[in-house]
């Protein structure tokens, strides 16, 4: 079976549209960011949204291109790797981010918002890799 161009845009407008919005964030500081409750609840929801696309992307690739179908979120970017269409250390990174999801989505009570923080300032570029790598495919 062949990808569907339609849903890899879609999901690459998705993840486009969140790290626009993140973004805004890099020019405040930790400790700013850290004093807003409306900016952290934006922060985690629109890197929820930008992390469940790429994991969007990553499992359609798997299942079209690849006719595999992982069985947990982080082991699809390994399943990319393996199969050449990403790069060992973008994956490495991407299953970090992919961890860190099930922590936004799940353990919400708990959520660390200075890894949150970091997250941001530090690994957007790993979104925006991944974003490129995939929308090269169609």
């Known amino acids: 079976m062949s990808l569907n161009p339609d849903l890899i845009r879609a999901r690459c407008a998705e993840i486009d549209a969140s790290l626009a919005r993140l973004e805004e964030f890099h020019r405040l500081s930790r400790e700013q960011f850290l004093a807003s409750q409306d900016g952290l609840d934006v922060a985690c929801y629109r890197l929820l949204i930008a992390i ?11 299942a079209k291109r690849l006719h595999q179908v992982p069985e947990e979120y982080a082991g699809c970017f390994s399943t990319l790797e393996r199969a050449g269409l990403i790069p060992a250390e ?18 919400y009570w708990k959520i660390d918002y200075g890894q949150v923080y970091d ?11 991944f974003r490129a790598a995939i929308a090269g495919l169609i």
Do not use: G, K, Y
């Open 52 to 62: 469940e696309a790429a994991l969007a992307l990553c499992f359609h690739v798997s």
């Open 90 to 107: 973008l994956s490495s990174r991407l299953q970090q981010m992919a961890r860190f999801r099930n922590l936004l989505v799940h353990v």
């Open 119 to 129: 997250v941001i300032t530090t690994r957007l570029d790993d979104l925006r890799a």
